[in-house]
């Protein structure tokens, strides 16, 4: 594990750096990088563990404040950081909110910088100067926020918004040319479309086993002949999220009806009967595009108190690279929900408080934990770009066997609401931060596998 180290400044002397002694240097140094700014130094070795720089280089490397840094080392070059950029959209002209609604989610994300060892700021498409290769990024400190210029980072953290921003054509020629030009990772990219998961995913035999029967561009034939077989089905958009135009159709075999559970645009759970699949989808799909949807197999969920539960589980790649669980928890549906998402009336609960029995609350979560690794490292193979981090929500059914449903790349943050849970929002900060430390060191010591 790498360890941080306290960075000083010396204002009485130029063009020196001192490190412990502890490194082993192969060649004598001869530049310094911050970022992608750089300039020659002397690289002197001490007993004391910091880093101490001249005020110059300070100076000339645009380092924006005091804290604690990494060091890396490749051949006669030596890197203080990393400098990690955060990019998004969305910024407003508030002193204290930034970046609006979401401005506490990247507070908290930077107040992770201290404790992973190094520097993190948040910028759009506005921040950078081109000219001058520098950013006015936006850190976070106990005083509030403040926009300091630096160079360009080592990596980038993708956190935009939505689909809509990320399609964006003057934000994806910003993250090509970052990218392509500059040579600077960005992980996280794009939001995952749900029918092209299912196509990486099925053709796997490792993780085959976890996905529902999913078609694309439904049929009235097709659907008739899934709840024939299943008794309910979801027809979701395949680009949707937050639970947000889901409808659960279910088929009642007695009284030969469909009855279609959804959400409508009052915000209130809703309960139809249709005598047709034809009338169904007339009915609800005025507006909308079936073409644009998958129908799902629906699942015979466990149930406490009569209500559907499904699960929650973040993984994150940590600063080795692998992955990792962070965070799981379990979601209750809400009266009459067609999901378990916590703006459908949905409830946050603990594993242990859905399973009070010690032995089958292990064997549930290890079940869970075994799936979300394995999916996340099929998708990681198959998956194009560097993905950090991924939210799944996947259902377990009366027999103990393992779904999945979904695979988000940039997740919610609603699970951390629950007061046992939120240790877990400050380990979720962190790992991000870790992983850009990791690309970071792959950048300097690898960058044809990285960039190949």
């Keep these: 594990m790498r360890t941080s180290l306290p960075l000083s400044v010396s204002k009485n002397e130029s063009g020196k750096v001192y490190i412990p002694n502890t490194f082993k240097l192969n060649t004598p140094i001869k530049q310094l990088f911050f ?51 955060i990019f998004t959209a969305g910024f407003s002209e508030s002193a204290i909110r930034p970046i609006g609604e979401r401005t506490l989610f990247f507070s908290k994300l930077l107040a992770a910088e201290k404790a992973v060892g190094a520097y993190v700021f948040v910028f759009g ?14 850190f976070h400190h106990r005083n509030g926020w403040e926009t300091i210029e630096v160079p360009f980072p080592n990596v980038i953290y993708d956190r935009l918004p939505n689909r809509k921003t990320e399609k964006n054509r003057t934000l994806q ?27 990486l995913l099925e053709g796997d035999s490792r993780v085959a086993s976890y996905l529902p029967e999913t078609h694309k561009t439904p049929t009235f ?33 007695e009284n030969e009806g469909y009855y279609c559970r959804y959400r409508d645009e009052q915000n209130t759970n809703r309960l139809q009967r249709f005598s047709t ?78 399973f009070p029995n010690t032995e089958e609350c292990d064997r549930i979560t290890s ?24 939210g799944f929500d996947l259902g377990v059914d ?39 430390i990791y690309l970071t060191e792959a950048t300097i010591k690898s960058p044809e596998e990285l960039f190949k």
């Excluded at 700014?37 to 720089?53: A, D, L, N, P």
């Design 35 to 85: 970022g992608t700014s750089s300039c020659e130094c002397e690289v002197i070795q001490v007993e004391k563990q910091e880093i101490r720089i001249s005020e110059d280089i300070y100076s000339a490397l645009r380092i924006p404040y005091i804290s604690r840094t990494q060091l890396f080392f490749n051949e006669d070059t030596l890197y203080i950081g990393p400098l990690v950029g």
């Design 221 to 253: 034939t097709l659907i008739e002949r899934m709840l024939s077989k299943y008794q309910h089905v979801y027809l979701k958009p395949a680009n949707g999220s937050l639970g947000l135009g889901i409808f659960q159709i279910i088929f009642d075999k």
């Design 125 to 138: 498409a506005k921040h950078i100067d081109w000219e001058k290769g520098t950013i006015q990024g936006l």
């Design 367 to 390: 079940s869970l934990n075994d799936a979300a690794l394995t999916l996340s490292k099929v998708i990681d193979r198959r998956y194009k770009g560097h993905i950090g981090e991924i």
């Design 277 to 354: 699949i034809e009338a169904l989808i007339n009915t609800h799909f005025k507006k909308r595009r079936l073409e644009d949807y998958i129908v799902q197999q629906g699942i015979h969920l466990v149930r406490v108190d009569k209500k559907a539960v499904d699960f929650r589980i973040h993984t994150n790649k940590n600063e080795e690279g692998q992955w990792q669980v962070s965070v799981m928890a379990a979601k209750i549906s809400g009266l009459g929900s067609v999901t378990t998402h916590v703006n459908n009336g949905g409830v946050i609960r603990t594993i242990q408080e859905i």
């Design 173 to 199: 020629q910003i993250k090509q040319r970052l990218h392509n030009e500059y040579l600077i990772p960005w992980f996280n990219p794009g939001f995952f479309d749900k029918w092209e998961v299912h196509q």
């Design 398 to 436: 009366k027999d103990g066997k393992v779904w999945l449903f979904e695979a988000n790349s940039k997740p919610g943050r609603s699970i951390f609401s629950h007061p046992k849970l939120r240790k877990y929002d400050k380990l979720s900060s962190q790992l991000p931060l870790q992983y850009a």
